[in-house]
């Protein structure tokens, strides 16, 4: 698929101060040749069966070092890491690293900034981050993943197709709650076009206020996206997003998710549109624990690969639909305590930028670390102006 829709994702980390970059760097290659998964690649030598990974050296071209910059620039340059997306069949990360920055928000003077480029192929949200804190230092080591057989494609239809029966009656029974209803496209699902740009927005965590950092975002973006739009003519009345959301249980694949749509209600009061936001979050995520779900996860494993193959190369990325779950994708991640360094520079906060896709022009991140909360913005032309929106979600935060 990621021949089709470029798929890398881009990890930030800024760090207080610029230490010398031979020992940093000597240390970021010990590290990553003993994590099982940062040795990996994809081996796709066969259309009769999937792509397999396999062990790889590391190569010279997975730690780039930029030249300095200011924050602003740095920032562009971040952007412009999309034109070169990964051949994960070469290698299916790189760091890109930035230093002296200057002008860095909250640090004591010049600063390094290194961005994780990871395919999406490699990891989801949460193991990215997992990733990443195990380069910079965290002690916990990465544990690999084992991937079941995929089974019978027929037994396991029938399974996925009785389990999707009950989920049906659960949820007419008012067991489990009714999904979000897509809504008409806006301009923020066009297809990204012109100059990308990345924003981000730093917070700490006790100003957001007592729900989840997740809610209290998702509140703030209904608030500036909804009057972004009106002011473009938009209909917003039906304004949603798109959530990543994690499978509760055991990991059996390096993406464990889901994406959810959440109704923004931006005609709501702000405390009764978070309480919504918050009781949607919560049904997403009970059915995503229906056994439907995990019996739809298995039969889709056990599709046979030149099937799913003849699928992908029939996908049009042109075909614009009628409806879409979402009109933004806000992707929320915790990544732990704020213990990690490079070299001897302890990071100040963490920052991501999804990436865009034939239908998402503007998309959102949400990523903490410690008490810090970087929310940030990744758009194009397409879209409109990102920087009007960037100050209207700056005035919704608050």
């Known amino acids: 698929m990621s021949g089709k829709i470029a798929n890398d994702d881009f990890l930030l980390y800024a760090f207080d101060g610029a230490p010398p970059l031979r020992p940093a760097l000597a240390q970021l290659h010990r590290r990553a040749a003993v994590c099982h998964d940062l040795r990996l690649r994809i081996l796709d030598d066969c259309p009769a069966r999937y792509p397999a990974w396999v062990y790889g050296a590391l190569g010279p071209s997975q ?33 890109h690293v930035f230093t002296p920055v200057t002008e860095v928000p909250s640090s004591s003077g010049p600063a390094t900034v290194a961005v994780l480029q990871i395919s999406h192929a490699l990891a989801d949200g949460t193991r990215s981050a997992d990733l990443a804190g195990w380069l910079f230092g965290r002690a916990t080591p990465v544990k690999a993943v084992t991937a079941p057989r995929p ?18 009656r ?17 301009l923020t699902n066009s297809m990204p ?20 950092v997740t809610v209290s975002v998702l509140t703030a973006i209904s608030t500036a996206l909804a009057g972004y739009l009106r002011d473009r003519g938009e209909e917003v009345s039906g304004l949603a997003a798109e959530v990543p959301m994690a499978y509760s249980g055991v990991r059996h694949a390096h993406n464990h998710f889901r994406n959810i749509g959440v109704a923004l ?45 003849w699928g992908l190369r029939h996908f049009d990325t042109s075909t614009r639909p009628p409806a879409v779950t979402g009109h933004t994708v806000v992707t929320s991640v915790y990544r732990g305590a704020a213990d990690l360094h490079f070299g001897d520079a302890p990071v100040l906060f963490t920052a991501g930028y999804p990436a865009l896709s034939p239908m998402m022009g503007l998309v959102h991140g949400v990523h903490g670390i410690g008490d810090a909360v970087a929310i940030s913005v990744h758009g194009t032309e397409s879209a409109g102006d990102v920087d009007d929106y960037v100050a209207r979600l700056a005035r919704a935060l608050g």
């Open 265 to 309: 209600h931006p005609d709501l009061p702000v405390a009764g549109r978070a309480e919504v936001i918050a009781a949607q979050l919560s049904a997403g995520r009970a059915r995503s624990e229906h056994p439907a779900a995990l019996a739809e996860r298995r039969s889709f494993a056990a599709v046979p690969a030149p099937l799913l193959r």
């Open 170 to 186: 659960d949820t007419a029974a008012g067991v489990l709650p009714v999904p979000a209803a897509p809504s008409p496209p806006l």
């Open 63 to 95: 730690l780039v070092v930029h030249d300095g910059l200011d924050w602003p620039a740095c920032m562009a340059a971040v952007a412009d890491l999309a034109d070169d997306q990964l051949d994960a069949t070469t290698a299916a990360w790189r760091v």
């Open 151 to 168: 089974g019978s494609l027929v037994l396991r239809s029938v399974t996925a197709a009785r389990a999707h029966q009950q989920l049906v």
């Open 193 to 212: 076009a012109g100059a990308r740009t990345v924003r981000t927005l730093l917070r700490r965590r006790a100003s957001l206020g007592d729900r989840t």
